[in-house]
């Protein structure tokens, strides 16, 4: 079975900072690869999504992220923070041809202005 | 457009009890998944919906049960409800053949 880890539970960052989130996975076959973002209060939302084809994904709100299958790693990045970015960050794989998304446990971010 | 609808928004049951949620899909969509969250966890899958069948399902007991009606919309049921069941339901729609799953506001249930 698939299964996902996010290595920082709870990241604090001043505005303007660098961001990156790991996110590595546990499935030898094809994968879709997602990361989903909880802003407070509101519903989860796709921020970017990986299928096939450039590794090097690009999201809503300036968000990427890069697969490295040899890796077994779907990163998220994001060059320069804002306080908006606060909420909590969710990556999570799809084995190819089958309907279940297995979540890591998240990422809580603070920026602090 | 209205998106993924979820109700009742908070319910509160006694253990032993049993529960029914109600998820209707964004528009255009025929897919429906439910997800359990609980406090500090990701979402789990617990199964999907899909021309009125379950597709799959994740490692949930046969105590959590569902349907999909004609219309695409969802119930998932809950019989012999337990302390631990208590959690933020997620239910996610999207169009036949994976694709992005649209996540309503979730249900909140609390098990006393």
């Known amino acids: 079975a698939q299964s996902v880890s996010q290595h920082n539970h709870h990241v604090i960052l001043s505005e303007a900072a660098s961001l990156e989130l790991g996110c590595n996975y546990s499935?030898?076959?094809?994968?879709?690869l997602f990361w989903y973002v909880q802003y407070p209060g509101q519903h989860l939302q796709l921020l970017l999504k990986y299928f096939s084809g450039d590794p090097l994904v690009k999201g809503i709100k300036g968000f990427e992220a890069e697969f490295i299958k040899s890796k077994f790693s779907f990163n998220l990045r994001k060059p320069s923070v804002q306080w908006s970015d606060t909420a909590e960050y969710f990556c999570a794989v799809n084995v190819w041809g089958y309907q279940k998304v297995t979540f890591g446990t998240g990422t809580k971010l603070q920026v602090i202005p | 457009d209205a998106g993924v609808t979820q109700s009742p928004t908070h319910l509160i049951k006694t253990r032993g009890q049993q529960v029914t949620l109600r998820c209707s899909p964004k528009?255009?969509?025929?897919?429906v998944s439910w997800y359990q969250q609980a406090l500090g966890q990701g979402p789990q899958f617990i199964f999907q919906y899909y021309e009125e069948e379950e597709r799959q399902r994740g490692n949930f007991p046969d105590r959590f049960s569902g349907h999909q009606f004609p219309n695409y919309s969802s119930e998932l049921n809950v019989n012999a409800l337990l302390l631990g069941d208590s959690a933020l339901y997620l239910c996610?729609?999207?169009?036949?053949?994976?694709?992005?799953?649209?996540f309503g506001p979730g249900t909140r249930l609390t098990v006393l």
């Open positions: 499935y030898g076959g094809t994968v879709n």
């Open positions: 528009s255009g969509h025929d897919t």
């Open positions: 996610a729609s999207s169009q036949q053949g994976f694709s992005e799953q649209f």
